[in-house]
């Protein structure tokens, strides 16, 4: 192990996940749509066309609220938020984090970190599930139409799978949810599990979420679905024409010997950093799919947070992110390694 290595990659690590939290914050700092308009929303007020506000109805308040009184309002709303130098406002927000204080939901009235851990376990369930299935489904076939190049299996998976990519995940969500869920009614068409069973590790409730996770899972299979064929098809038509494998098939090894052991091998080390990364990139969740389907993952909640300007909540989806890609990215530097010696850092 080198460490020099290993400390360099953890200091880039820190310094990215540092820098994608200030830009995140001055983009939200200076955003038009702020949570004060949501703490309006809630009180029943509405912006008036003279700079004012008016009561709707079934307010609290009554009347009509001039631009000063607005004002007001706004600046009293105003002191609850952390304001001024956003350097120091992200020292002390990472300062926060590291101590477990990631803030109150602006929305829920809940703990940050609470809703993030109750709705992350759903999410990564899901996606890492369809990543994985698409990844080792995708390496075979990518393989398959290799071999088979130029024939009609060949012609009719590529064309397939450019078609199929084309078409956005959030229409397959919609069809899936329409012809499964509505028309068959074989599949929930919201929720993570039944509300007649008890969470716990019992097979009524295990049944129930796989049952409620089948289609979203099956939608993100479907939608990314030969993306990692594609990307295998060319590896492998890369490597058939190197010169080892034509020195393995003149020493007379078994074709499944030098698919396997040799194409196979080498063809897949360009998707290895693509894979772990992507698995980083499941904890943001799939916004449509888990839209769609009102799965309660983290997309939803990221959704719930952006339409109503809950920053904090915002702020810690992102952060959560940001450190899976980051983590992601280090192991799969780390590992690379054991798979391919020819980059071992010595």
Known sequence: MNWKYLARRIGIAISTIFFVLLLTYILFEYSPLKPIDYLLNQLGLVPTQGGGLVASRGSLLSGTLSQ????????????????????????????????????????????????????????????????????????????????????????VLTQFITVKRAIPVYIYAALFLMFFGFYLRIVPTSGAY????????????????????????????????????????????????????TYAEARGLPSSYIRSRYVGRNAILPLYTSLIISIGFSFAGSVFVEQTFAYPGVGSLYVSSLTNSDWLLAMGILFIIVVAIAVGMIVADLTYSLIDPRVRVG
């Open 194 to 245: 039944g509300v007649n069973v008890t969470p716990g590790l019992n097979l009524p409730f295990i049944l129930s979420v796989l049952h409620h996770a089948a289609m979203p899972i099956f939608t993100l299979f479907f939608a990314t679905f030969g993306g990692w064929a594609l990307a295998m098809r060319g590896n492998v038509i890369s490597q058939l024409g190197e010169d080892y494998v």
């Open 68 to 155: 000063q009184q607005y004002e007001q309002i706004v600046a009293y709303l105003e002191t609850f938020l952390p304001h001024g130098n956003p350097v120091i406002n992200v020292l002390k927000y990472i300062y926060n984090i590291l101590r477990g204080n990631w803030g109150i939901s602006l929305i829920y009235i809940e703990p940050v970190t609470l809703l993030i851990g109750s709705a992350l376990p759903w999410t990564l369930f899901v996606v890492a599930t369809a990543n994985i299935l698409n990844f080792f489904i995708g390496v075979y076939l990518g393989q398959l139409m290799a071999y088979n190049r130029g024939k009609k299996l060949d012609q």
